[in-house]
């Protein structure tokens, strides 16, 4: 069998930006030349496989045994955030791991300081960036996974399993992963995403979520003869910033607690753009915080004169209430953790993932650790071991399903 490493290596080496600006599915061509590899490595297995219009590749593995079993399925996404740089990855191994700061480049470093967490991989075998890139763990750890599990399943007859489904998606880093996913096609009756982070991280809630793009229209005066006459769209889009509450910014919330996060900002004297991620663990309370929005944009277009837009969408919901009546799909991933000697970390998903729509759609989907840290960032690592025991984590929870 071909090493888990060098496969996540392989993977990281496409460009997979997703682009949320772009209209089409999936929104970037580049996207597509790893999920045709991703297919044609599946085709050589033996598996039946194949690439969509859309960007998703749908494979399955028949049962090798007679017995009635749920047929499970493991999905993960190819696309890199948009939020760093993504092409040109060159990864850095560090085998052995001292447990001390790791140099990313010169003026770079990864800090134990900062990110305590570091120290609990002493002795591993930790993936780093350069320090110019992000890594790209965020995803393809979790597709190195599956694909690691679909070759050692196909490797090894004597394991006994129901019929096994593979999905691969593109454009979840910006909220349309499966939009046009067919979870008929796809076969599952339950399914995973390997779209976690730390070791043992499993998640079955998520955030509620919705956006909010905002237009000022200003009034552009020289400045020389603007006394009564100009309107700074700038420094109006920050006036309606400041009218939302600083503590519900992110980075004054944890848990639970949800979010309203200015993610940016762009604007001339003539016209300024805000545009907010809004997120709540509690629908109710993210209704309040879509309130909140609005209401600083009424209060701003009273004192201006109707010179402020605003579009706030809902994008995707908590995935709980889908879950919870199938929970033997999260009773039985913790117990496949403890089997491979992992500590289960049940919590909320301060995000979102394919999971949750994926559950809205009709296929319960709680989300597994790929076992990477500082996602969408320079700073981003996995551990190799890590992606080992999610990897084993999958063959587990076959396994459980196989002989219940």
Known sequence: MEKI?????????????SNEESPSQPSTDKQLKLLAQLR???QQLGI????????YVMASIPANTDKKIPRLGFIAHVDTSPDAPGCNIKPQIVKNYDGGDIALNREKSLKVSEFPEMAQYKGQTIITTDGTTLLGADDKAGVAEIMC???YIVNHPEFKHGEIKIAFTPD????????????????????????GGAIGELEYENFNAASAKIHVAGRNIHPGYAKGKMINACLVAAELNGLLPVEQRPEYTEGYEGFIHLISFKGVVEEADLAYIIRDHDAAKLEVKKALVQDAVDFINKKYGNIVSAD??????NMREQVEPHFHVVKNAMKAMEMAGVKPKVQPIRGGTDGANLSFMG???PNIFAGGHNFHGKLEFVPLESMEKACEVILNIIKIYAES
């Open 312 to 317: 706030i969408r809902d994008q995707y919901r």
């Open 363 to 365: 296929l319960p989907c």
């Open 149 to 151: 599990a679909a070759e």
């Open 172 to 195: 979840e880093e910006i909220g349309r992963g499966v939009v046009k996913f067919d979870v008929a096609r796809f076969g599952a009756d339950f399914g995973y995403t390997m779209d």
């Open 5 to 17: 490493l060098d496969k996540f290596l392989r993977y990281v080496s496409f460009d997979t930006q």
């Open 48 to 55: 039946d496989a194949s690439l969509d219009e859309f960007g």
């Open 40 to 42: 044609d490595e599946l």
